[in-house]
């Protein structure tokens, strides 16, 4: 059986890669508005309210996501977010906290 075809998500190949059974290689399409927007940048930040920060805050609690990076992409938001709005993020601090640990 051959290997499928690796594609990079740009400008339709995503698509192209759904129709022909290929593996996308990239961040997942979730319904984020960080995957919506393609990256996190200072209009996305100034675009979350507190409807929409507490979504991101569930979908994070939920950790159902189709891939890790789905998850990642938005716990890197949510990190972003508890930087640049701390009034937004801060009932969420304990979903972006990491916890010390010793690699001995």
């Known amino acids: ?6 594609i ?6 995503a698509d192209l890669a759904a129709e022909n059974g290929s593996i996308c290689a990239g ?5 984020s508005p960080a995957a919506a927007a393609g990256a996190i940048t200072p209009e996305l930040i100034a675009s979350f309210d507190e409807a929409s920060t507490a979504e991101l805050a569930r979908r994070l609690d939920d950790d159902d996501y ?22 937004l993020a801060r009932p969420y601090l304990h979903l972006v906290d990491q916890e010390p640990f010793d690699e001995d």
């Open 27 to 31: 961040p997942a399409l979730t319904d």
């Open 66 to 87: 189709p891939t890790p990076f789905a998850g990642l992409q938005d716990w890197h938001l949510m990190r972003a977010l508890a930087i640049h709005r701390p009034e």
């Open 1 to 6: 059986m051959p290997l499928p075809e690796i």
């Open 8 to 13: 990079s998500p740009v400008a339709g190949n």
